[in-house]
Nanobody, 132 residues
Framework: QVQLVESGGGLVQPGGSLRLSCATS????????IGWFRQAPGKEREGVSC????????YYADSVKGRFTITRDNAKNTVFLQMNSLKPEDTAVYYC?????????????????????????WGQGTQVTVSS
């Protein structure tokens, strides 16, 4: 079974930073778009960022724009989500997902408008808690 593995979550104080990683040994991430999602208790899953296959275009939800940065390291076959200026409302389980040859189609106007069904593979999630 193909696995994406997230890591890098943890407990951080408001204003702090974390870097999440999404990796797999099953395929080359460069040929996939990679989306980061989060889900807080009692809330719907939210798409927060995506990096496209091919041109590597990046997309962000307005709630994280200017604070989060998504990057791809092809040598490590890993996608990173650098999260700065974290807020308590960023607390959630964060998931990465891969869409083969995807182009982050459902990001528009600073929001993710899809249902996640376009993604072929999902990770198990990593907990991010922002609290003093």
């Amino acid at each position: 079974q193909v696995q994406l593995v997230e890591s890098g979550g943890g407990l951080v104080q408001p204003g702090g930073s974390l870097r999440l990683s999404c990796a797999t040994s099953a395929f080359t991430l460069d040929y996939s778009s990679i989306g980061w999602f989060r889900q807080a208790p009692g809330k719907e899953r939210e798409g927060v960022s995506c990096i496209s296959s091919g041109d590597g275009g990046t997309y962000y939800a307005d709630s994280v724009k200017g604070r989060f940065t998504i990057t791809r390291d092809n040598a490590k076959n890993t996608v990173f989500l650098q999260m700065n200026s974290l807020k308590p409302e960023d607390t959630a389980v964060y998931y990465c997902a891969a869409e083969t040859y995807g182009t982050c189609t459902y990001y528009s106007g600073g929001a993710y408008l899809g249902g996640g069904h376009e993604y072929d593979y999902w990770g198990q999630g990593t907990q991010v808690t922002v609290s003093s």
